[in-house]
T-cell receptor
Framework: LAKTTQPISMDSYEGQEVNITCSHN???????ITWYQQFPSQGPRFIIQ???TKVTNEVASLFIPADRKSSTLSLPRVSLSDTAVYYC??????????????FGTGTLLAVQP | DVKVTQSSRYLVKRTGEKVFLECVQD?????MFWYRQDPGLGLRLIYF???????EKGDIPEGYSVSREKKERFSLILESASTNQTSMYLC???????????FGSGTRLTVV
């Protein structure tokens, strides 16, 4: 299973765009990249997932370069409510539970007024 | 709205007690997981199940067991609770063809 490395914490201000980068040098051919968001005292919540290039949904964008050894989660115009821990996970999401995802320690994003 | 429900938000148990943490999902998912989360350590996988009566050890199974008698229910059992099992426990489920996990709200267990 590919190990991921991401910054422990980041600071931002309301209205700014925030980019959180994750390194996954050992990503395998069948691995997808998934990001989760977790608020205090809640379970993680799925944000976005991608395999290559760019993926966008109503919440965020995910940029994946051609070599797939890193990925960047982009949050446009953050607000105070975006303060949370963000996890980058890499794994093969197909098939059964044996293709389990490994969570790292995540990035604590603190948004200030 | 699809849901993973954990039976208790907060539990306080004594050392040596047998503890049951229950998790129910209403999405007909095949795969279910138990994680624990501790400050500075992130989420660590304890056990998972890919079908009824099937179970697999995760990364930290010692001191825990699980039961999956029905598809929608996955129970985590602490046979003899110890203080180092004080933690936030998170249950999750996933469809074999889906892209994401759905997590419950967690159970904060304190063993005294």
């Amino acid at each position: 299973l590919a190990k991921t490395t991401q910054p422990i914490s980041m600071d931002s201000y309301e209205g700014q765009e925030v980019n959180i980068t994750c390194s996954h040098n050992n990503i395998a051919t069948n691995d997808y990249i998934t990001w989760y968001q977790q608020f205090p005292s809640q379970g993680p919540r799925f944000i976005i997932q991608g395999y290559k290039t760019k993926v966008t949904n109503e919440v965020a964008s995910l940029f994946i370069p051609a070599d797939r050894k890193s990925s960047t989660l982009s949050l446009p115009r953050v607000s105070l409510s975006d303060t949370a821990v963000y996890y980058c996970l890499v794994g093969d999401i197909r098939g059964g539970a044996t293709n389990k995802l490994i969570f790292g320690t995540g990035t604590l994003l603190a948004v200030q007024p | 709205d699809v849901k993973v429900t954990q039976s208790s938000r907060y539990l306080v148990k004594r050392t040596g007690e047998k503890v049951f943490l229950e998790c129910v999902q209403d999405m007909d998912h095949e795969n279910m997981f138990w994680y624990r989360q501790d400050p500075g350590l992130g989420l660590r996988l304890i056990y998972f199940s890919y079908d009824v009566k099937m179970k697999e050890k995760g990364d930290i199974p010692e001191g825990y067991s699980v039961s999956r008698e029905k598809k929608e229910r996955f129970s985590l059992i602490l046979e003899s609770a110890s203080t180092n099992q004080t933690s936030m426990y998170l249950c999750a489920s996933r469809n074999s063809q889906s892209y994401g996990y759905t997590f419950g709200s967690g159970t904060r267990l304190t063993v005294v």
